[in-house]
């Protein structure tokens, strides 16, 4: 009686081995590029976040300490803001080409990094006229969207910041 004393693997094995371990590198590849794609996306909204607060938090600052006068736009639709600041004179904050301009005594600084557009900004102000016996507010609507990637996100801010006049607190 002879043995057969070989061992291994058949063909069948193999090529369903081979079939079961194919399935898995394929769902495993495409969750990684779905995850890569998610980080993307992440980084994407960070920026424009980041972006986002800074500036609204540079242009609230301003204005608190500013006078705003004369300027009522209570359905938000004034595309610009003229405030006076009492350190750097007239400020006006507009928004070209998606580019958000400070322009303080005549020099102009761009606000909006490169890698973000805005695609929105009105202001709401209210208070502002010289009868009306009301703090003067303004109500900034901002909508900023990244330039670079493959998916354009867009994020909307909004805030309300109250003018004071500094030099009548003291």
């Known amino acids: 009686m002879l043995k057969n004393s070989q ?79 009492p350190v750097n004179g007239t400020v006006t904050y507009t928004l070209t080409n998606g580019v958000l301009k400070r322009t303080a005594d005549g020099v102009v600084t761009d606000l909006s990094s490169s890698t973000v557009a805005f695609s929105r900004l009105n202001f709401c102000i209210m208070g502002s006229g010289p009868t009306d016996d009301q703090q003067a507010r303004v109500t900034i609507l901002a909508s900023i969207q990244n330039k670079t990637g493959k998916e354009i996100l867009t994020t909307s801010f909004e805030t309300t910041v109250s003018s004071r006049d500094v030099q009548t607190e003291f």
């Not at 909204?45 to 004369?70: A, P, W």
């Not at 209570?74 to 006076?84: D, G, W």
Request: charged content about 15%.
């Open 7 to 85: 061992k291994g693997f058949t063909l069948v094995e193999i090529i369903i081995s081979a079939f079961v371990f194919s399935i898995i590198a394929i769902t495993v590849s495409g969750l990684f590029i779905q995850i890569l794609a998610l980080q993307r996306r992440a980084f994407a909204s960070q920026k424009i976040q980041e972006n986002g607060l800074f500036i609204m938090e540079l242009m609230s600052r301003e204005i608190r300490v500013s006078q705003i006068q004369n300027q009522e736009s209570l359905n938000c639709t004034a595309p610009s803001l003229i405030i006076n600041h």
